[in-house]
């Protein structure tokens, strides 16, 4: 293990030792296992996030687009105003 020393809020310690007594386990097993689910947590987000772009890379198209501009702007004018150029 390696030790490590951190500061934290008057509060946080209060309910740290309220934890700990109510548990019975320590306040370092208390905050390691609070770093566990925090990690674990993180690592589920980036599964998460790297599934979605796979996703998203699959569904993608690369071929050029089949349209103009121009073609939208004439299409849109045909069907709101009845007209084209």
Not at 42 to 69: F, V
Request: no cysteine.
């Amino acid at each position: 293990m390696i030790r490590k020393q951190v500061f934290i809020k008057d509060d946080q310690n209060a309910r740290l030792k309220q934890v700990a007594q109510k548990t019975g386990q320590s306040q370092g097993q208390i905050i390691r296992e609070a770093i566990d689910r925090q990690i674990a947590e993180e690592d589920e987000q980036e599964k998460l996030w790297d599934a979605l772009l796979d996703r998203w890379g699959k569904e993608s198209t690369t071929s050029p687009r089949d349209w103009q501009r121009e073609d939208l702007y004439r299409d849109r004018l045909r069907k709101f105003d009845g007209h084209a150029d």
